[in-house]
């Protein structure tokens, strides 16, 4: 339905809006304009749709909305932007806007449906700490699963707990619900999202735990930048990565070539790059070499934003391309549970194997 809307959240970002010089920068790097091959799949493009939608010129049509949902929130464009627009954030501004006068795709409805009726956004029934087969109790370390690392990659999160105990930690996992990533990243109502906040911090501290360990970078992202924007975090927060490079650890030989791929909320949104290297350099054996783009200029596997959930194919055709990228490797590493699936449902034929850091650890521990 084509309607004109009300823009109070993108109304704060029309300087922004109005910086964007129009140079076109943004294009050499957004994953989404390289599978779409349009201006309003590019940062440019979905700023002039944004401030078409303040200036009320557009209506919030289908097009405009697959527009505004079709980024996957990976920053690149900011990287490459010399106006330093901030993109994801009139992005994410805009879909707020658009959420709240009922422009809401049908996948990400039944996501948020499903977040807010069973705490998860796959509708899934049972709770986390049921799924891994583990009793919440008292510990110095809590460990935050996430949904979708219980719930779609147990394996994750079963090698995480596997290396706590090796490692001879006092952990427990968590009376957990969903962190609110997704809700936060497709523009769901404050009000919504700080209750999804309370209901883990609450949980969390009841537990007693000082530090809180992440699988995912969505969910860690969460409690290290959007939480403090809005309830007190009474506890350390650390990516399973930092934990990991902290300690001195013996691993077993690995005679394979590895890389790996900086999901964008660990990377480019949190500055983490330093921490997973840190722990593939002590892999015995492993001869490890970078990706063409790595670091704060990796590429996107594509999944974040919700454009997993509502555009499957365009994010396994990035993720196709970025294991592509990673060709002449065995092993292409990552740090997060959603590249981790994004990467292998987009792999096609390729012989790279996909794992997460904690799947290529706990093994040689
Ligand atoms: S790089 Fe920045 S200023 Fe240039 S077109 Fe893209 S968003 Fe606008
Ligand atoms: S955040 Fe990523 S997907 Fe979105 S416009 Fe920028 S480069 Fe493209």
């Not at 994750?156 to 619900?177: F, P, W």
């Not at 555009?311 to 002449?328: N, T």
Request: net charge positive; proline share 4%; hydrophobic share 35%.
């Amino acid at each position: 339905m084509a309607k004109i809307i009300d823009t109070d959240h993108l109304q704060i970002a029309k300087k922004d809006m109005m910086t964007c010089t129009m140079c076109g920068f943004c294009k050499s790097v957004c994953p989404v304009f390289e599978g779409v091959g349009w201006d309003s799949g590019v940062a440019r493009g979905r700023i002039i749709l944004a401030y078409g939608l303040l200036r009320k010129d557009i209506p919030a049509d289908d097009s405009v909305v697959e527009a505004l949902y079709q980024c996957t929130t990976c920053k690149d464009c900011e990287r490459r932007c010399p106006s330093k627009i901030k993109v994801v954030d009139v992005v994410e501004r805009a879909r707020k806007d658009l959420v709240k006068a009922g422009c809401m795709l049908p996948k990400h409805r039944k996501v948020l449906e499903n977040i807010l009726s069973k705490g998860n956004p796959y509708g899934e029934t049972r709770s986390i700490p049921e799924v891994l087969g583990e009793k919440p109790h008292k510990a110095r370390v809590g460990y935050f699963a996430g949904c979708t690392s219980a719930y779609r990659n147990p394996e994750i999160a079963r090698a995480t707990l596997s290396i706590l105990r090796k490692l001879g930690e006092d952990y427990t996992v968590l009376n957990e619900t969903c962190c609110g990533s997704v809700m936060g990243r497709v523009g769901q109502n404050k009000d919504d999202l700080i209750r999804q906040m309370r209901r883990n911090i609450d949980a969390i501290s009841e537990q007693g735990v000082e530090e809180v360990i992440f699988s995912c970078a969505g969910c860690y992202r969460m409690f290290r930048e959007d939480y403090p924007r809005y309830v007190d975090v009474p506890f350390k927060v650390k990516h399973i990565s930092e934990y990991l490079a902290e300690k001195d650890i013996n691993l077993k030989q690995l005679d394979k070539k590895i890389t790996y791929h900086d999901p964008c909320h660990l990377g480019r949104h949190l500055g983490v790059y330093k921490a997973p290297r840190d722990v593939l350099a002590k892999v015995p054996g492993a001869e490890f070499k970078e990706m063409t783009k790595n670091s704060a200029q990796s590429r996107c596997c594509g999944g974040g934003g919700g454009v997993r959930s509502a555009y499957p194919e365009l994010s396994e055709h990035i993720a196709g391309r970025r294991v592509d990228e990673a060709a002449f490797a065995d092993v292409l590493v990552t740090c997060c549970p959603f590249c981790v699936n994004n990467l292998r449902a987009g792999k096609g034929e390729s012989d790279v194997e996909v794992c997460d850091l904690v799947e290529l650890v706990d093994p040689l521990l």
